[in-house]
């Protein structure tokens, strides 16, 4: 009233006279001072009194003072002048603070620092008279200089934050687990990195660090420097979907020793494969032949890995991933096949180092969290204790391809499981570790998708893993690993990884899930019956009464004999069948592995191509009798195709072996 009195009579705004509440409803609204504004300002402060207590009013009002320019709020100001959070500021830099809303036209900030100065201090000798601080605080406060200047905000996790935001646009205050010190060193680690990777045109990398224990996101740096526009610097490459090369490997081995198909000697065979026409080869375009399954992991072979999956079901492969937290595949289903393991796929590395916090939490799957106080999940059973235990022993494993050749510390080389991926044509490079307390994902690439013939997993990738993983637990313990309860050991015949037979001499020690592993005993050699000369093999239909032996062969299937056959790699092979046999043989089934099956074939019309005849046959067997569209074509021993030119329109190409066992496909052939 006393303001009102006051301006009506100077006919003019001479006096506030607000309370705190209308300068507040007056910040909350700006408007223009005209005595209907005033009013419409008490009405506001009044709802205000109504609907919040004093200290959110107070707190509001510290929130809304001006600073000058852009900058609002005690909070702000504190950061952006002073550079440390209002709890940590001195009494004399409160002061300061709290008179410039007072005029921050005429107090600026780092510009007007002296007069700003004098200000304080005449305020601090009123603060004194009214005995708001004590004598000493207060002669302490008037000698310190004010050193304010203006400076951005500390900017930290900057892609958890954007992706955070825009999720909970709404939400004053966010609480990650973020552990500074660690966010701090891992966005410093990928900067210096990238740095020397530039050489080989490898700009960008992204990586996750997540705590076990809880499953906290506890480092995300989506890029190597979120202001380098050139890089595209902005984009999360922990958010980002891309091919994951071999790195989804693990599981689907883990899920083949959960239905008792593999233990880790389990003999695998990489030999060349066609699966209806696609042909997986490894990163070194050469087959191994035998390899345990250790060893396929470890050298991370694609065509063991193909074969495997394609005995298990694709479709349960695919749920288990997603189970595990993939939902980037879920759009994908449609277009996965058998490539999915070796990376056909688009994944996130949140996802994928998510997935492998499955790996190092016994089997169990728990979404990682970014923000404190969420509802937690349950945890889910993606593969047994059992089968976690093994593939995580195998992947701690040192002899293996992907150790970096230019690893220098490898003394320093934190003792934990990893594994590497490398998509098609060199566009990323992937490597994942985890011990019992924490998993790293790390990506390397270009945003841009440009590839570079040195990026891949094992040299751009391991080292930057290896960086992040030792600033978070310099000495870990080697048996951080525990032997489950539940798990056996037990000997296998080297030859296959199965339970020995008598006759096999070279035994070695495996694990096994008691009741799950399969118990099939080992057949790496079969007994066969012959004539004295052993040119003559025998059945038990056609076995003479006297003058036979018995002699062991080796029993490999048919596809290694390809391979032998095709690399010229001797063996011993079963003496032709006693001709005079009259038994039709139907064991040991036969697979045409050219033409293939329901293909369409296309033919350039006056040329000489021809289609190659060729199947996988057993050890027993001699000759292969070829023909086409029922009709006979040749014969021919199983280590040598026959070649021949269809005629257009659909053609039938079946074979039958010395045995009497058939087989046929059926192609189409296109004439142009
Ligand atoms: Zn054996
Ligand atoms: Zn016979």
Known sequence: MRAFIQDIRA??????????????????????????????EMFRALQLERKFSKEQILEMYFNLLPYGGNVEGIKAASMIFLHRQPINLSSAEIATLLIIPNNPNRYRLGIDNNIIEMERNRWLQRFKKAGLFSSIEISQALTEPLDARRAGLPHIAHHLCNRLFAKFKNTPYIYTYIDFNTQRRTQQIIADYINKLKLWNINNAAAIVIRNRDHSVVAYAGSADFNDALHQGQVDGVNAIRSPGSALKPFMYAMAMDEGLVTPKTILYDVPCNFSGYKPQDYDRMYRGKVTVEDALLNSLNVPAVKMLNEMDLNSYLAMLE????????????????????????????????????????????????????????????????????????????????VPVNLNDAVHFPKIAWKTGTSYGHHDGWCVGYDDRYTVGVWTGNFNDDQSPELNGSACAVPLMAQIFTTLSVYNEFNWLSFPKGLGTRWVCEETGKIPDTWCTNQVMDYYIPGVSSSAKCNHLEMVYTNPEGNISYCRSCLPKSGYCTKLYPNY?????????????????????????????KDKEMAIQSPVNGMEYILMKNDSHSIMLKCDAGNDVSFIYWYVNDKFFG??????????????????VSCTDDKGRTSHVKIFVKEI
């Open 11 to 40: 006919g003019k705004v001479v006096s506030g006279a607000s309370t705190i509440t209308m300068q507040l409803a007056r910040m909350l609204e700006p408007e223009k001072r005209t005595f209907l504004n005033k009013f419409k």
């Open 323 to 402: 189970k595990g937290g993939c939902n980037s595949l879920k759009k994908q289903e449609k277009n996965l096949g058998l490539s999915l393991v070796l990376g056909g796929c688009g994944i996130r590395l949140y996802e994928l180092t998510g997935l492998y916090t499955a790996l190092a939490c016994k089997g169990q799957y728990e979404p990682a969290s970014f923000i404190k106080n969420e509802p937690s999940c349950k945890p889910i059973r993606l593969f047994s204790e059992d089968a976690s235990f093994m593939i995580s022993h195998i992947l701690t494993e040192m002899m293996r391809y992907d």
């Open 557 to 585: 299937p048919p596809e290694m004999l390809s391979y032998f056959n095709l690399y010229h790699i001797p063996y011993q092979k079963i003496p032709e069948h006693n001709p005079l046999c009259p038994r039709i043989f």
């Open 635 to 652: 014969k021919s021993k199983p280590e040598t195709p026959l070649f021949f030119t269809p005629s257009a329109g659909e053609v039938k």
